[in-house]
T-cell receptor, first 119, second 113 residues
């Protein structure tokens, strides 16, 4: 089954304790990204990667790091978590669906989400 | 002002009703429009996508784009309790790898049996 798997699904931690959220996809997609979802703010992109060893900042990268050493994995690292990073996090991979006459879309496949609480 | 505005709801309608969900946007460069559905405790999943203006139908769902008004809609006919979810609109200016996808904040929909 084509899927994006992220772990852990739920995590409670304390300020300053480093943590990593793992993400893995089995669809051989080049593009992967991380989002956070907060009430009233919707999905905001944290970091994205267009291919192995190529990463770039999204809209809200402060306090986060990523790495892309192999195509299938894209971990999100919080070096020193703070309470304002309490959120619901989604990893996604992306591929292009091309239709007729120029139609199409970049389709995002999301993981099930990781709910992080920083005390 | 946000690039994409979406009424957060919640919207509650009886089973069988026609539902209309809407987004407005400010960036005239957007050409690709998508609707994602997100069930509770799940990640968003793509429901429909359209290109430029016009309508697209898929079963009980119809996506409509009016670029002149910068307004997109998703209609659900014969709504079912299983349609209860949060619906997010999304849009981009192109479909290259570099194209950024902007999401609305989502509308929470509840279908009452």
């Amino acid at each position: 089954e084509a899927q994006v798997t992220q772990n852990p699904r739920y995590l409670i931690t304390v300020t300053g304790k480093k943590l990593t959220v793992t993400c893995s996809q089995n669809m051989n997609h080049e593009y992967m990204s991380w989002y956070r979802q907060d009430p009233g703010l919707g999905l905001r992109q944290i970091y994205y990667s267009m291919n192995v060893e190529v990463t770039d900042k999204g809209d809200v990268p402060e306090g986060y790091k990523v790495s892309r050493k192999e195509k299938r994995n894209f971990p999100l690292i919080l070096e020193s978590p703070s309470p304002n990073q309490t959120s619901l996090y989604f990893c996604a991979s992306r591929h292009l669906v091309v239709g007729i006459g120029g139609s199409g879309a970049n389709v995002l496949t999301f993981g099930a989400g990781s709910r992080l609480t920083v005390l | 002002q946000k690039e994409v505005e979406q009424d957060p709801g919640p919207l509650s309608v009886p089973e069988g009703a026609i539902v209309s969900l809407n987004c407005t946007y400010s960036n005239s460069a957007f050409q690709y429009f998508m609707w994602y559905r997100q069930y509770s405790r799940k990640g968003p999943e793509l429901l429909m996508y359209t290109y430029s203006s016009g309508n697209k139908e898929d079963g009980r769902f119809t996506a409509q784009v009016d670029k002149s008004s910068k307004y997109i809609s998703l209609f659900i006919r014969d709504s079912q309790p299983s349609d209860s979810a949060t619906y997010l609109c999304a849009m981009s200016g192109g479909y290259s790898s570099a194209s950024k996808i902007i999401f609305g904040s989502g509308t929470r929909l509840s279908i009452r049996p």
